[in-house]
């Protein structure tokens, strides 16, 4: 009898003991810490060009490998092209698709701005289509000198982008 105590007692407390704590190794190649995530945040800016009833207006968020953005057109008595682009920065210069509606639309080509201190220039150049959106033929022969010239503004004054 005496013995039958002693394993219900033995049962008992080892049927109340929680099983030993399970360790995760939160770390991933090389010792890094995988719980937690990393944020990037994107440098913002905006530029707008108003000339007489036209308006261009651009904003940009530059990551550290992409920027993204968009990138409006409303010139007076035409259609408005109102869409998203995507590249990357090559210095100060700006090689972006825009992806716009136009018309019913939808369509991409590529644009290209030199983007210096407070202005931002669209630059222009000879497009050829290329797998359904129109590319520059040679980005090396760009011309930034009838670019229409973009201001940096606050992006809470552009909130209509």
Not at 43 to 60: E, P
Not at 99 to 125: N, P, W
Request: net charge negative; proline share 3%.
């Amino acid at each position: 009898m005496k013995t039958i105590l002693i394993i219900s007692l033995l049962l008992v407390t080892v049927a109340c003991n929680p099983s030993p704590k399970q360790t995760t190794d939160d770390t991933g190649p090389a010792g890094e810490d995988t719980t937690r995530m990393t944020i990037q945040i994107p440098k913002t800016g905006c530029y707008v060009n108003i000339s007489a009833r036209d308006t261009v207006r651009l904003k940009v968020e530059t990551f550290p490998n992409v920027v993204t953005g968009t990138l409006r057109y409303n010139f007076y008595e035409k259609d408005k092209n109102t869409g998203e682009i995507e590249g990357r920065l090559m210095g100060d210069t700006l090689l972006a698709d825009y992806t716009f509606m136009s018309e019913g639309k939808r369509s991409t080509r590529q644009v290209i701005f030199l983007v210096r201190d407070s202005i931002a220039i669209e630059g222009y150049g000879v497009m050829e289509e290329k797998e359904g959106k129109m590319v520059f033929k040679d980005i090396r022969e760009i011309d930034f000198s009838e670019g229409m010239k973009l201001v940096k503004v606050s992006c809470v004054e552009d909130i209509q982008l």
